[in-house]
């Protein structure tokens, strides 16, 4: 069984869960593996012991936007807001 799968790493994402992430590139998607797994099972109820193999191809590569690291300027105000890339808030 071939999937494809669209993989987004950013290791600057405000959250963990979005560092890494795969989806679906039709529908959006996260895959569920374990799904996928038991539908190439398909043997009904009962333990299995598996072997699981991944071959990972790359297809294409986009490299990460530079403009999430740019400083942001918002119009109405000026405002400029800069991205943050400590998890911790220090006072000012």
Known sequence: M??????????HASHEWDRCVLRNPLT????????EISQAVAKGA????????IDVEVLEQVPLSSN???T?????????????ESTRLLAS
């Open 46 to 53: 009962g333990s299995y012991l598996i072997s699981v193999s």
């Open 2 to 11: 071939k999937k494809h799968y669209l993989l987004h790493l950013n290791p």
């Open 72 to 84: 942001k300027e918002i119009s109405p105000t000026k405002t400029t807001i800069t991205t943050v």
């Open 68 to 70: 999430s690291l740019k």
């Open 28 to 35: 959006g998607e996260r895959p569920d593996l374990v799904e």
